[in-house]
């Protein structure tokens, strides 16, 4: 019932920044957490960046204080601004949205990904 597009990732040299987008549509009564986690070559996919349905948010050692996730509600977007990246930062980056349906009088719950966009940095 939800679908999720990002789009935003590309390749950038050490020290660039890339602004990463998800857009989420379909039907659903409410969105909870929305997330962004990465798959590097090789490795089991991890957290990077995620915001609460009340807008907390919290994020991976290597990500802060270069990363800041952001949300709209009314845009049904979500955001995540990186900057000073690193080859490091090379990977998978997948949206991740929490999404509440209410049928028949009973909520259900839903993770819903989308079909990831590749960040690579070059040294």
């Known amino acids: 019932q939800v679908h999720v597009v990002e789009s935003g990732g590309g390749l950038v040299q050490t020290g660039g920044s890339l602004r990463l987008s998800c857009a989420y549509s379909?039907?659903?009564?409410?969105?909870?957490?929305m997330g962004w986690y990465r798959q590097a070559p090789g490795k089991q996919r991890e957290l990077v960046a995620i915001i609460s349905g009340d807008y907390r948010t919290t994020y991976s050692d290597s990500a802060k204080g270069r990363f800041t996730i952001s949300r709209n509600n009314d845009e049904k977007v979500g955001v995540l601004q990186m900057n000073s990246l690193t080859p490091e930062d090379t990977g998978l980056y997948s949206c991740?949205?929490?999404?509440?349906?209410?049928?028949?009088?009973?909520?259900?719950?839903?993770?819903?990904w989308g079909q990831g966009n590749q960040v690579t940095v070059s040294s």
């Open positions: 991740r949205i929490v999404a509440m349906v209410v049928a028949l009088g009973r909520t259900s719950v839903h993770e819903c």
């Open positions: 379909g039907t659903f009564s409410g969105i909870g957490s």
